[in-house]
């Protein structure tokens, strides 16, 4: 028997896992905040522009962004096998293009931000 | 003479789907894992944000706009839910993945575990007031 | 002494007259501080002798008596009756076909458990002369709790992913391996990844946390299998990144 590639997927899902653990609930609370009619400033249209246009942040957004999806897709997959969907193939394929699509996306719009 | 055995083992069918009903643990197990579907989404919508904020103050306008409405509330709070349940589970399991050893012994579990949970209250804070949520 | 009927539905299957299993139920008189196990030898001595079932140490030790009572795996030695106030459903261990009644065939578990090689594979090979293998206090806490597996099993019967992938090598296979790989004096690693490594190996796993909540010992294999993930995840990184590690 041979070891298996999974480290390649599992790596970047327990990676993700820990970040959202950390930081989701407190991002979720500032959108809904944003909902509430009490918008953070920081969601203030200038205020985000100007502090996702620095180089810095847009990695960091990048990453925050790749790793979520990447953790969600990675147990979204494991919960249809669970529920007794066994394509697995399939729904692997369909669930990581889906994080890296989302991500790519990020990307291109984080680098199409309106300088000032 | 020893008599000839019969052997026909029999195995027994589980629910396919429904087997987590079997017991409370296997229910939570589901509920812990069915966090990603709100985490992927929640995620998906920050997304759609930044395609939002880089199109210019109108179309970010309107993204704050839709995140008032009745449907997205609803969605936060259970995102909310969902996200904390995430990540209780997953830092009452740090001592199982971490252990520390210390010497000859190792660091009670609720250490580790309240580490992490104190960890966790400090980030949100200093995200939330990073923000100006307050 | 206080007694008490105690009713209990057995379920039954003799591969020869019967196509499917059915429960059968015995009332029998208990005495109040009994374990299942007493109640079932006493249905066996007083009722109906064709009952099968194992055990063998009455103790917890030798790790034979499991079976599903009311739904959870347990070692029928170690459940008190007074736990069970109304009737005690009593079923084979989940997950293994049933050879007979109660007993279950468990050449599969016994397969995996060679397979990970569950021995001292001496990391330098020394005469005897030269003495024992040595080993501090910090070096055998490291691992000592998960050498107290009996192999009862009552894991894989509490595991869904083994219930739904009959290779997943299991929860108490991979602790083994991982309790010989985390002894300071052995040197078998490298053999045992080959086995729990692969994607049949620790890879099913998804962190249900059943193993050990349900394990008798304490032994907590989930530990050991979420350990045996992050370890083989580093090693695959660091093959895959810096080659010029794997001489
Ligand atoms: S790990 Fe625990 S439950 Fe599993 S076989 Fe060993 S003693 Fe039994
Ligand atoms: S009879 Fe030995 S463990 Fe129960």
């Not at chain 1, 979520?68 to 729904?91: E, F, K």
């Not at chain 3, 009737?87 to 060679?114: C, G, M, Q, S």
């Given at each position: 028997m041979a070891q298996s590639n999974k480290p390649i997927v599992w790596g970047p899902f327990a990676a993700g896992g820990t970040l959202t653990a950390f930081l989701t609930p407190a991002l979720i609370l500032l959108t809904l905040l944003a909902g509430l009619g009490h918008v953070p400033e920081l969601?203030?249209?200038?205020?985000?522009?100007?502090?996702?246009?620095?180089?810095?942040?847009?990695?960091?957004?990048?990453?925050?962004?790749?790793?979520?999806?990447?953790?969600?897709?990675?147990?979204?997959?494991?919960?249809?096998?669970?529920?007794?969907?066994?394509?697995?193939?399939?729904?692997?394929?369909?669930?990581?293009?889906?994080?890296?699509?989302?991500?790519?996306?990020?990307?291109?719009?984080?680098?199409?931000?309106?300088?000032? | 003479m020893a008599e000839q055995v019969t052997r026909k083992p029999y195995l027994r069918e589980l629910p396919r789907t429904l087997w987590f009903l079997r017991h409370p643990r296997y229910v939570r197990y589901m509920a812990r894992e069915f966090s990603c579907f709100f985490i992927g989404a929640y995620t998906l919508m920050l997304v759609l944000g930044l395609k939002r904020l880089a199109e210019g103050p109108e179309a970010y306008a309107g993204f704050l706009e839709a995140l008032a409405s009745p449907g997205a509330i609803v969605f936060h709070l259970f995102a909310l839910a969902f996200s904390a349940y995430h990540s209780i589970t997953w830092f009452r399991l740090t001592p199982k993945a971490m252990p520390v050893q210390l010497g000859e012994n190792f660091l009670p579990d609720g250490v580790i575990a309240g580490a992490h949970y104190a960890g966790w209250a400090l980030v949100s804070l200093v995200v939330l007031w990073l923000a100006g949520a307050f | 002494m206080s007694e008490r009927r105690v009713e209990l539905d057995v379920l039954r299957y003799n591969p020869e007259t019967d196509r499917t299993p059915h429960f059968q139920r015995y009332s029998v008189t208990c005495r109040e501080e009994w374990v299942v196990l007493d109640a079932l030898n006493h249905v066996k001595e007083t009722v109906d002798p064709t009952l099968a079932y194992r055990w063998s140490c009455h103790m917890a030790v030798c790790g034979s008596c499991g079976m599903m009572i009311n739904g959870e795996p347990k070692?029928?030695?170690?459940?008190?009756?007074?736990?069970?106030?109304?009737?005690?459903?009593?079923?084979?261990?989940?997950?293994?076909?049933?050879?007979?009644?109660?007993?279950?065939?468990?050449?599969?578990?016994?397969?995996?458990?060679?397979?990970?090689?569950?021995?001292?594979?001496?990391?330098?090979?020394?005469?005897?002369?030269?003495?024992?293998?040595?080993?501090?206090?910090?070096?055998?806490?490291?691992?000592?709790?998960?050498?107290?597996?009996?192999?009862?099993?009552?894991?894989?019967?509490?595991?869904?992913?083994?219930?739904?992938?009959p290779k997943f090598m299991g929860p108490a296979a991979i602790s083994l391996a991982h309790r010989w790989n985390q002894d300071s004096r052995d040197g078998g690693r490298a053999e045992r990844q080959e086995e729990i490594a692969a994607t049949e190996g620790v890879w099913e796993c998804s962190f249900t946390g059943a193993c050990s909540e349900v394990c008798p010992e304490h032994v907590d294999p989930a530990a050991a299998l979420q350990r045996v993930k992050i370890k083989s995840t580093i090693d695959w990184y660091l093959a895959h990144t810096m080659p010029w590690l794997n001489k």
């Open positions: 969601l203030a249209y200038e205020a985000l522009r100007a502090f996702a246009s620095h180089g810095l942040v847009k990695l960091g957004l990048g990453v925050v962004i790749f790793l979520s999806l990447w953790s969600a897709a990675h147990r979204l997959r494991i919960t249809c096998y669970d529920l007794g969907v066994r394509a697995d193939t399939l729904v692997a394929t369909l669930v990581y293009a889906v994080a890296i699509a989302g991500t790519l996306a990020a990307a291109v719009y984080l680098l199409r931000l309106p300088a000032a | - | 070692l029928a030695c170690k459940s008190f009756l007074r736990d069970y106030p109304g009737v005690i459903r009593v079923e084979p261990l989940a997950h293994f076909p049933v050879e007979r009644d109660l007993v279950t065939v468990i050449d599969d578990f016994i397969a995996k458990l060679t397979r990970v090689k569950p021995y001292l594979i001496p990391k330098e090979a020394k005469p005897i002369e030269a003495g024992e293998y040595r080993q501090t206090p910090a070096q055998l806490k490291r691992y000592k709790q998960f050498t107290l597996c009996i192999n009862c099993m009552l894991c894989y019967a509490a595991c869904p992913e083994y219930g739904m992938i």
